[in-house]
Nanobody, 120 residues
Framework: QVQLVESGGGLVQAGGSLRLSCAAS????????MGWFRQAPGKERVFVAA????????DYADSVKGRFTISRDNAKNTVYLQMNSLKPEDTAVYYC?????????????WGQGTLVTVSS
């Protein structure tokens, strides 16, 4: 059974940092692109960042460019999202995804989400 388990969310003040982790189990995703999405209260789920299976290519939503960094460790079957200079508008549930389809909110697998709250 495939499972994606996110961790690292929490409450942080504006300007602070958090590092999200997503550990996959049930099968290896070392040959799959992975990504992060987020869903703010009352809004649709939107793309945040994606990374190729080699880690050599990344993509970011304009709203997080220069502040967030996605990375992966294929040996650990884990993907990360380093979030710096956090803003209140970054408050959302963050979801890890396998095979994200850029330009959409679709993916092959989803985690259960981890809540990030940024206070002003």
């Amino acid at each position: 059974q495939v499972q994606l388990v996110e961790s690292g969310g929490g409450l942080v003040q504006a300007g602070g940092s958090l590092r999200l982790s997503c550990a996959a189990s049930g099968r290896t995703f070392s040959r799959n692109p992975m990504g992060w999405f987020r869903q703010a209260p009352g809004k649709e789920r939107v793309f945040v960042a994606a990374i190729s299976w080699t880690g050599g290519s990344t993509d970011y939503a304009d709203s997080v460019k220069g502040r967030f960094t996605i990375s992966r460790d294929n040996a650990k079957n884990t993907v990360y999202l380093q979030m710096n200079s956090l803003k209140p508008e970054d408050t959302a549930v963050y979801y890890c995804a396998v095979d994200p389809i850029l330009g959409s909110s679709s993916a092959s697998y989803w985690g259960q989400g981890t809540l990030v709250t940024v206070s002003s």
